[in-house]
C-alpha cells in the first residue's frame, strides 16, 4: 500500500492548508450519507487533474479536464485540485474558474520538456502529498506519455480514452471508447487510487466564477535522460486534435493543386484540414494530416468530408466527430451511412458555393 | 542486442463490432484475428529492419494471451522474429499485462522494448508506458522515426504541436505509430522457418487485477442522412447552423 504509507508522512504544514477539503466534504450533499468521520480529520482527498501546457499557454484539452475533474470532485463530495509541472505564462489562478479551488504547481525548467519517467516521478509524488485518490488526464499526446506511467508507479487501475464522468452510485464505474471509436466500454476501476484520462472533445467546459490558490509544490527533479536535439513545431496551422471543425479530402479532389477550394473553406471555418490515407500516402499532403485507424483520430463537434469514400479504416478515425457532412460525387459512397448531412455532387462546383454560403451567414450573423 | 517486441491479437480493422453474454463479452464468431497493426506494421517491422543493418541483433516477441493467439505469434516469427514468449494468461487489465511483460523483461536482459502506440480493440495506450515504470526504463511515447548508433537510440516522436527529436541511451522502451516502417507480407522461406522458432510458453506471474470490464455498448445508430440538393447549398448552411449547431 505504497499510497497509504506515503500519505501518513505528509508535512503538517501541507496538512493545515487542506482542511478546507474536509469542511467542504461535510457541507455538501454526498454520495454516501453515512460516510464515517475519518479517524485522521488531517487525512485529505481530492482530485488532481494534470494541467497540460506548450509555449506557455494552457491547452484547451486540459479545460475539459479540469471542468470534468471538479464535477467529479463535487459528485464524489471533494475537491478538485489542479497540478502544473514546469513554467507557464498564463495566469494559473485563473483555473479557479473551471472548479478548482487549488493550483500546485513545480517549476522546474527540466519540466518544460515531457519526459515520461521524470513526469511520472513527480506527478505520483504530488498524488501523495495532496492525498488525491482520482488523478484526471487529457488524453492527448502528453496524457498519452505519461497518465500510464503515473499509474503503474501508483498502482492504481487506468482507464484512458474516458468519455464519461463515472457512475460512483456503486463503485467506480468509467465508460470509455474501445474498438476505435466503434463501441464503448464501462469499466470498473477497482483500485484505492484511480487514474483517468479523458477524451479530448468528450466533455464540454464548464466556466464558472473563481479564483484559485497557487502554491508552489516542491518535488526534486532528476536530470533528463532524455535529450531533445530539435523541435519542429507546427506553425500556423489549428492543431487537428483541438479543432472544433476539421475539413477533410480525399481522393476525390484528384490532386494536390485542388486542394484551394478545401483551404478556403476551413479558413472562413476556422476549422483544421485533414486528408484520408491514400492522400498521405500519396504525399499530396503532409503525413500528419492523415486520420484514420491508423493516422489521427479526432473528435471534433464538426467534420466535413470531401471526396472521401469513407472506408471502415476511415471512418475508425473520425466516427466519434459530433457531426458529420459528405460531399461525394458517389451516392452509393459508404461514408453517406455514417454521416449526418450529405450533398451529392461535384464537390468542385459545391464547396465554393458552401464557403460563400457561410461567409453570407457570418454578414447577417 | 536483444530487442523485445510485443505483439497482441486484435480482431481485423474490418471486423463487424458486436458482443455476446448480455453485452459483457466481444462476439467473436466470424472474427478473423491479426496482429495489432501497430505492433506488427511499425514495432516488429522496424526491430526487423535494425536487424538487417546489425546482424548481432535478435528479435523476441512477447504476447499475453492463451493458445489462440499462436497463429499470430507464428506470422510474427515469420515476418521475421528470432523467438517467442507466450504468457498464458488472459486480461484486459493494462497493469496485469504490463506486469506480466515486466516480469519477462527484468530476466531477459532486453537493450529495447517496442510497443505499438495502442491496440486497435481496447484502445489502452498503457502498455508501454508502464511496463517501463516497471523495469525503471526510460519512455517515449508515440514515435515516428528510429534510428540506433551503438547504444544511443536518436527517435521522432509526436507531441502536443508539433514533433520532437531526441537522444536516449538504452535500454529503452519505445512506444511505435506510422512512420517507423511500411507493413510487410511474410515470405514462403519465413513461413517455413518460423514452423521451428522456438515459442516458449509461461504461467502468469502473480500479479494485482486493478479494472474489469463491467459491460460493453454499441453507440445509438445514426439517424439517418439527411440529403441536401447540390443547388441549394444554403440549406445545408442552414441546417448545421440552426439544427446541429454546429457552425
Known amino acids: ?365 | 542486442m536483444k530487442i523485445l517486441v510485443c505483439v497482441s491479437k486484435t480482431p481485423d480493422t474490418t471486423s463487424k463490432i458486436a458482443f455476446t453474454a448480455g453485452n459483457t463479452k466481444f462476439d467473436e464468431a466470424g472474427v478473423q484475428w491479426i496482429i495489432n497493426p501497430y505492433d506488427e506494421w511499425y514495432s516488429l517491422v522496424r526491430a526487423i529492419e535494425l536487424k538487417e543493418k546489425d546482424a548481432s541483433i535478435t528479435i523476441h516477441l512477447i504476447t499475453v494471451g492463451l493458445a489462440d493467439c499462436d497463429p499470430i505469434i507464428r506470422k510474427a516469427l515469420a515476418l521475421g522474429g528470432d523467438e517467442a514468449i507466450r504468457v498464458n494468461a488472459d486480461s484486459s487489465d493494462s497493469y496485469y499485462i504490463a506486469a506480466q511483460i515486466a516480469e519477462v523483461a527484468k530476466r531477459g536482459g532486453y537493450d529495447l522494448i517496442l510497443t505499438g502506440k495502442e491496440t486497435i480493440d481496447y484502445n489502452g495506450s498503457s502498455i508501454g508506458g508502464m511496463v517501463a515504470e516497471m523495469v525503471d526504463m526510460p519512455y517515449v511515447s508515440l514515435a515516428t522515426l528510429f534510428d540506433l548508433n551503438g547504444t544511443t537510440a536518436t527517435i521522432t516522436r509526436e507531441m502536443e504541436g508539433g514533433e520532437e527529436v531526441a537522444e536516449v541511451s538504452l535500454p529503452l522502451v519505445v512506444s511505435c505509430q506510422k512512420g517507423m516502417a511500411e507493413q510487410r507480407i511474410p515470405n514462403m522461406r519465413g513461413i517455413m522457418a518460423a514452423r521451428t522458432k522456438p515459442l516458449q510458453v509461461v504461467e502468469p506471474a502473480a500479479a494485482d487485477t486493478l479494472t474489469s470490464i463491467v459491460s460493453f455498448e454499441l453507440p445509438p445508430a445514426k439517424a439517418g442522412v439527411k440529403l441536401v440538393s447540390p443547388d441549394n447549398v444554403a440549406e445545408l448552411v442552414r441546417l448545421l447552423h440552426e439544427e446541429a449547431k454546429a457552425i
Open chain 1, 1 to 365: 500500500m505504497f499510497f497509504l504509507n506515503q500519505a501518513l508522512f505528509i508535512p503538517s504544514a501541507f496538512v493545515a492548508s487542506h482542511t478546507c477539503t474536509f469542511s467542504s466534504l461535510f457541507n455538501k450533499k454526498n454520495q454516501f450519507p453515512n460516510f464515517p468521520i475519518p479517524k485522521f480529520q488531517n487525512y485529505p482527498m481530492s482530485v488532481l487533474i494534470f494541467v497540460d501546457h506548450a509555449e506557455g499557454h494552457i491547452k484547451k484539452a486540459s479545460f475539459e479536464a479540469l471542468s470534468y475533474g471538479a464535477k467529479l470532485a463535487e459528485q464524489l463530495g471533494t475537491s478538485a485540485e489542479a497540478l502544473v509541472l514546469g513554467t507557464v505564462t498564463d495566469d494559473l489562478a485563473a483555473l479557479g474558474k473551471y472548479g478548482v479551488k487549488k493550483v500546485h504547481q513545480v517549476s522546474s525548467d527540466t519540466l518544460n520538456h515531457v519526459d515520461s519517467q521524470l513526469y511520472a516521478k513527480v506527478i505520483a509524488e504530488a498524488v501523495t502529498a495532496t492525498g488525491a485518490n482520482v488523478v484526471v488526464f487529457s488524453q492527448n499526446q502528453t496524457g498519452k506519455a505519461v497518465a500510464a506511467n503515473v499509474a503503474a508507479r501508483l498502482k492504481a487501475g487506468i482507464v484512458t480514452g474516458a468519455c464519461a464522468l463515472p457512475d460512483t452510485s456503486n463503485g467506480f464505474v468509467v465508460r470509455k471508447t474501445v474498438f476505435s471509436g466503434k463501441a464503448f466500454a464501462n469499466v470498473s476501476i477497482n483500485s484505492p487510487v484511480k487514474v483517468i484520462s479523458l477524451n479530448i472533445n468528450s466533455y464540454k467546459t464548464v466556466v464558472g466564477e473563481g479564483t484559485a490558490e497557487v502554491a508552489a509544490l516542491n518535488v526534486a527533479v532528476d536530470a533528463s535522460k532524455i535529450k531533445i536535439t530539435a523541435v519542429n513545431k507546427i506553425i500556423g496551422e489549428v492543431p487537428l486534435t483541438e479543432a472544433d471543425i476539421v475539413v477533410s479530402g480525399g481522393r476525390g479532389l484528384k490532386g494536390p493543386e485542388n486542394w484551394g477550394v478545401l483551404l478556403d473553406l476551413a479558413k472562413e471555418l476556422n476549422a483544421g484540414t485533414a486528408c484520408s490515407r491514400p492522400v498521405g500516402d500519396a504525399n499530396w499532403r503532409p503525413h500528419h494530416e492523415h486520420v484514420g485507424q491508423t493516422g489521427v483520430q479526432i473528435a471534433p463537434n464538426l467534420y466535413i468530408a470531401l471526396g472521401i469514400s469513407g472506408a471502415i479504416q476511415h471512418l475508425a478515425g473520425v466516427n466519434r466527430s459530433k457531426v458529420i457532412v459528405v460531399i461525394n460525387k458517389d451516392p452509393e459512397a459508404p461514408f453517406f451511412k455514417a454521416a449526418d448531412y450529405g450533398i451529392v455532387g461535384d464537390l468542385f462546383e459545391v464547396v465554393p458555393k458552401l464557403t460563400e454560403e457561410i461567409k453570407k451567414m457570418k454578414v447577417s450573423a
